[in-house]
């Protein structure tokens, strides 16, 4: 009778045992890996950081959910399974994020570089002021900030720059001739944003090039 009983302890003991083990989730923990290797791949370290972070601590909790079911006797992968799928999630969101991050900033990039050598060639094809062309009329003025590491150090003087507008007036391309340092980058700011009036050459509008000064005086 007692063998009896000690077998069907030893059966009971088992069957909770087995019920208790369940099998690790391996299909979804490798799907959640797979899925933060391919948001690293998409680029989501440089696009998108803070989604790329959150994908990692998903995976970091997966991973110690893992680990500590490891230690026990009887193992439920119940919530192993939900953070495997919280991971993945997150990991895809990465990714997106990664590519839609990605696709702006080549947009820009492409951007800027058609700005750039249309500028370019703008200037190239620029006539510079002087005889038969006016100087055209600034319609649109902006002081310049002095830069107040420049005031503390009692720095002023007289930047000049040669501006090249474009045939609309707008200032196009700017280079310093005579440089005062501190002031520079000031000036340049200011210029940039002048407006003309266009300078016409046989009733057409044509970019010219011309020196224009910028000073910076202490009260």
């Known amino acids: 009778m007692s063998v009896r009983f000690g077998l069907a302890v030893l059966v009971l003991g088992l069957a909770i045992a087995t019920a208790g083990c ?7 923990v490798d799907a959640a890996k797979a899925a ?4 690293v791949t998409a680029g989501a370290r440089d696009y ?8 990692e601590d998903a995976q970091a909790a997966l991973d110690a ?3 500590a079911q490891e230690g026990k006797w009887f193992k439920s992968y119940d919530k192993a399974k939900e953070l495997a799928g919280a991971a993945k999630t997150a990991a895809e969101k990465a990714a997106a994020d990664a590519a839609t991050a990605k696709q702006q900033a080549e947009a820009e990039a492409a951007k800027e570089k058609a700005e750039a050598e249309e500028r370019e060639k703008v200037a190239a094809a620029a006539i510079r002021v002087g005889g038969k062309v006016k100087p055209p009329t600034k319609i649109k003025d902006v002081k ?9 150090a009692r720095v002023q003087g007289t930047v ?15 280079k310093v001739l005579r440089s005062v340092p501190m002031l520079d980058q ?8 002048w407006e003309y009036t266009p300078t016409r050459l046989n009733g057409v509008p044509v970019p010219v090039v011309m ?9």
């Open 211 to 219: 020196t224009v000064t910028v000073a910076f005086k202490l009260q």
């Open 160 to 174: 000049i720059i040669e501006a090249t507008v474009g045939a609309n007036g707008k200032v196009l391309n700017t």
């Open 186 to 193: 000031a000036a340049l700011d200011a210029v940039k944003q």
């Open 48 to 55: 998108a950081a803070a989604s790329l972070k959150a994908a």
């Open 36 to 39: 933060l290797s391919n948001a």
């Open 22 to 28: 369940g099998a690790p989730p391996t299909a979804d």
């Open 65 to 67: 959910e893992l680990q």
């Open 144 to 152: 310049p900030v002095y830069p107040a590491a420049a005031q503390t």
